[in-house]
């Protein structure tokens, strides 16, 4: 029976639960349980055509849809926030095909999907949290070709990514990699963190939650289980340092938190607040005040 | 450094043949490298000089035939049966290889100091001030100026750039240098600052190393020994001074008597 | 007081209630029907059926109309949803040799069994602009050759009784074959998943990248062996049956190239093939693929790797149009915290460079 049949209103009702056809969500289940065992080895895997297009979350948005189950609660954040177009999109994207409920509190949510951020809030065991990433490679603009790339992998051939610190170093006279900052996980894979800048590097160190990566356009899906060692990539006299803001956010006063600066009038005001927005709402709710709260 | 006859040899190569398709690279090929020794391979292009070196320093499978090395703690070593990791990681510890080309043997997108440094990090090096250290020491020993420790490759001569890629390839201590045509390309007056140069380091660090040239004069000044290779094959092998005083084979003498003498 | 942008969610819908709107465009203009696409723009829904590997003319001209005939779009719409249909398994080879031809030209020979049979093309067109077609003027009844002609044989048959042509691969070799829709591709590939993802790779690519090997990068002396155009029989095993169950016919452009080659270490002199097999009726895919194909097989023929084209990591990771177009297309997504990591950085770096210039300027007075 052609799709056309059921008349265009029902078309979504054909698709199965989170979209994904079941064999297609056992492939991506089979890929995340390797993924699993050989903490951030990027394993390929079949990457399907999504109906959102490449780079914009497809690999995210299958390990959600392989492992999404009609009890979960589902947050979905872009640059930290759960407000931003392409968040709302795939919320919706999953209300639509999942019927799941969602929610914007990290605390309340069983799985976060995530582009560029981790949350604020610390996660806990049980929490899985699924990172969209552009590029898995954390070798890729030093060396282009996957043949050696792989090789590099296999054989432990990591100089070439302290010829890049090291460079930073005797350019700039510190490391002036600020997101998709490099790291090691278990003492074993160079693994990229996505574009998440390096504020977020440590909170990946011992997480108590399952962190699973999403590479759809790449075909590669990664993990960093519960309590991995994930250590960011320095020099002993240079150690990885993440960055610092030097005010509190404008609205809810929080320090140690990644700011987004906002920019508030045409005559170059600005501001500073908080990039995740749910830890910002909550820190109001609960009276903390910044300079600019109403 | 003189060699002793009673030492071990550091490289054994027998009978070594490589074939592309029907056409023979290099055929039957054997011989004896001793620690401190420097030997040239001499021949025209095509004779397949650069084919064995490729093979002997395992940047390309030999078709038949065995190498053999002796590695640091003593025991000689097939090198047929290292692991890829192993051998990369012989590659890049304890070998060097410097190419005609430097281009070829450089990252040109990063800084001298960088260049010299990478394989330090490879080993697992971690003191960016020691490292960098170590690379303006080589630096100095290749005879490149302190403030050009940030510039990039590109901005350098060719005769710094060669000068350049030996230090990259010195700064682990290798014992074992691979050499195809270090000279070639350059300037004469620039040819010969680096032959001294190299003539300088091989004496001081005691290194092997085994040189492929189609110009007789850097087989004279730097090596002891010599063989001399036509259409694949070795055809004579001797010292160096006997075989260019008194060459055997009729190609020898072609050879050297085609050289201007001065 | 400040108040965070709130409200995406509104601006979304606004939005692609516009999108609908301006799809449909003028009301008083006649609302555009499936049949129409299908009849009078075949050849772009060939395109969306072959690059968006999934043979529909229905869905394909849906899709078409749905994409306000933006193709790409249109084939990232056929793809996301052929994703999700089932695989039941996979059809016996298509012999091409059985085509029920409409179309088939060699340019190797002037003529051959069967003949030279032009078919519905744009060769020899003038091209000019013929006011009739847009006041609708009814075309003449073509001459048609009969339905139930006898099967041409391929000109590859021919050479190929010669030895002069290299064999085709032989299925027999490969009895079930790589699915790159199911498996991850990993590269070095097999030639059968190349040709898959040369088949559904994008044809201005493929176009660009075969025409450089006619222009000297990795140049492959290639005549167009044969071109056919018509219908083949799907046929599919099923294990309760002795024979092949058949499924349907499906429209298909097959195109040999022939490739005069001098032999290398790995092969002798002899003419090599390159193949393009594409859906529908896609002549210029076809021979782009087919160009593409033979660049490619540079490594198992022994020849030197000079030029792009004969790149496969290159070639293919690049050729697909669904993934190129997303990943081009996502640098419009915010990119609001690692711009603000950068923002800081390079006011950092500005700051240190004033201090220095500051404290020389000290130095200097």
Redo the contacts between chains.
């Keep these: 029976m ?3 049949d059921a008349g265009n209103e029902q078309v979504i009702a054909t ?2 639960f989170a ?3 079941e ?2 969500k056992r ?1 991506i289940r089979r890929a995340l349980l390797k993924g699993i065992a050989v903490p951030g080895y990027q394993v ?8 959102m ?4 979350g ?1 690999g995210g948005v299958q390990v959600t849809a392989a492992i999404i189950g009609p009890d979960d609660r589902l947050k979905v954040i ?4 759960d ?7 795939i919320r ?1 994207f999953f209300e639509r095909t999942t019927g799941v409920e969602t929610t914007t509190a990290t605390a309340e949510a069983s799985i976060i999907q995530t ?3 981790i949350p604020e809030t610390p996660l806990t065991a049980g929490q899985i949290l699924v990172f969209q990433v ?1 590029i898995p490679e954390p070798l890729r603009f030093l060396e282009p ?3 050696e790339t792989r ?1 590099m992998h ?7 990514m ?3 610190l ?2 930073d ?5 510190h490391i ?1 990699t ?3 900052y490099p790291v090691k996980v278990e003492g074993r894979y160079v693994t990229d963190p996505s ?5 977020d590097n440590p909170k990946m160190h011992r997480n108590p939650a399952l962190q699973l990566f999403g590479a759809g ?1 790449e ?1 590669r899906i990664y993990a960093i289980p519960p309590w991995t060692e994930v250590v960011s990539l ?5 150690p990885f340092e993440v ?1 610092a803001f030097d005010r509190p956010c ?2 809810c006063g929080a320090e140690d938190v ?5 920019i ?1 009038d045409d005559r170059g005001g600005r ?1 500073f ?1 908080c ?1 995740d ?1 749910d830890h ?1 709402n909550r820190r109001q709710a609960e009276g903390h005040a910044g300079e ?3 | 450094m003189s060699m002793q006859d009673n030492d071990p040899p550091l490289m054994r190569v027998s009978n070594l043949t490589h074939m592309y398709g029907d056409r023979i690279g290099c055929r039957d090929v054997s011989f004896d490298l001793y620690p401190g020794e420097v030997l040239a391979v001499v021949g025209e292009s095509g004779s397949g000089k650069t084919t064995l070196l490729n093979c002997v320093s395992g940047r390309q499978h030999c078709t038949a035939g065995t190498i053999s090395y002796r590695m640091r703690d003593g025991r000689l070593q097939d090198l047929n049966a290292l692991s890829e990791a192993e051998r990369r990681f012989l590659m890049r510890t304890d070998w060097g290889f410097v190419h005609q080309n430097p281009a070829d043997g450089l990252r040109m997108n990063v800084s001298a100091g960088a260049n010299v440094g990478e394989r330090l990090m490879a080993v697992g090096q971690r003191h960016y001030g020691r490292i960098r250290e170590t690379a303006d020491d080589w630096l100095g020993r290749v005879e490149i100026s302190h403030d050009r420790i940030d510039d990039r490759p590109g901005t350098f001569s060719g005769g710094m750039r060669q000068r350049l890629q030996i230090a990259r390839n010195l700064v682990t201590g290798p014992r074992l240098v691979f050499m195809d045509e270090p000279t070639g390309g350059l300037d004469v007056s620039v040819q010969a600052r680096l032959l001294d140069l190299l003539r300088g380091l091989v004496d001081d660090l005691g290194l092997s190393a085994i040189v492929v040239t189609h110009d007789l004069a850097v087989a004279r000044l730097l090596s002891q020994r010599m063989m001399v290779m036509k259409d694949g094959q070795v055809i004579e092998t001797g010292l160096t001074d006997r075989v260019l005083d008194d060459p055997q084979a009729p190609y020898t003498q072609l050879l050297v008597s085609s050289i201007l003498q001065v | 007081m400040y108040v965070a942008v709130k409200g995406g969610e509104t601006a979304i819908d606004n939005a692609h209630k516009l999108l609908a709107d301006r799809r449909r465009g003028n009301r008083d203009v006649a609302d555009l029907g499936l049949d129409q696409i299908m009849e009078q723009l075949s050849l772009a829904v060939d395109r969306v059926m072959s690059e968006g590997a999934l043979y529909d003319r229905e869905l394909a001209a849906l899709a078409i109309k749905q994409a306000r005939g933006d193709l790409i779009e249109a084939i990232f719409l056929a793809r996301a949803y052929r994703t999700t249909l089932p695989r039941f398994g996979y059809t016996q080879p298509v012999d091409t040799g059985r085509m029920q031809v409409e179309r088939r030209i060699s340019a190797c020979f002037k003529d051959l069994p069967g003949g030279q049979l032009l078919g519905p093309t744009f060769d020899y067109t003038h091209r000019l602009l013929d006011p009739a077609l847009a006041g609708g003027a009814a075309p003449e009844t073509p001459e048609v050759r009969d339905p139930d002609g006898a099967p041409m044989m391929r000109v590859s048959d021919f050479l190929g009784q010669e030895g002069l042509l290299e064999p085709a691969p032989d299925a027999a070799d490969k009895p079930v074959p790589d699915d790159i829709a199911r498996n991850p591709m990993s590269y070095p590939m097999d030639r059968d998943a190349r040709l898959q993802a040369l088949a559904r790779g994008d044809e201005g690519f493929l176009l660009s990248m075969g025409y450089s090997t006619q222009r000297g990068y990795a140049r492959s002396h290639p005549f167009a062996g044969e071109i056919r155009i018509g219908e083949v029989e799907l046929e599919i095993a099923v294990p309760e049956l002795d024979f092949a169950a058949p499924l349907g016919r499906i429209q298909v452009t097959e195109c040999q190239m022939v490739n005069q080659f001098q032999g290398s270490a790995k092969a002798p002199p002899q003419f090599t093939r390159g193949y393009g097999l594409v859906f529908g009726q896609a002549e210029r895919k076809s021979m782009a693929m087919a160009l593409v194909d033979r660049a490619l097989r540079a490594t198992e023929l022994g020849e030197d790797l000079t030029a792009p084209a004969q790149d496969e990591e290159f070639v293919i990771a690049h050729s697909d149009n669904v993934q190129a177009t997303g990943f081009v297309e996502h640098l419009k997504l915010p990119h609001y915290v690692d711009f603000q990591s950068e923002l800081n950085l390079v006011r950092r770096m500005r700051a240190e460079v004033e201090a220095r210039t500051e404290t020389h300027q000290e130095a200097a007075e």
């Design positions: 052609s799709a056309l698709y199965n979209y994904l056809d064999q297609t492939m390929p895997f079949a990457s399907r055509e999504m109906p297009p490449y780079g914009w497809t872009d640059q930290g926030a407000d931003t177009t392409n968040a709302i999109s919706k582009r560029h951020r552009p070709r996957e043949t090789t296999a054989l432990e051939e990591y100089g070439v302290h010829v890049k090291y460079e170093i005797a350019r700039h006279g002036a600020t997101y998709a574009p998440t800048p390096k504020f356009r075909m320095d020099f002993e006299d240079h960055q404008a609205l990644f700011l987004d600066e906002v508030t501001m607040v990039s927005t910002c600019q709260a109403a």
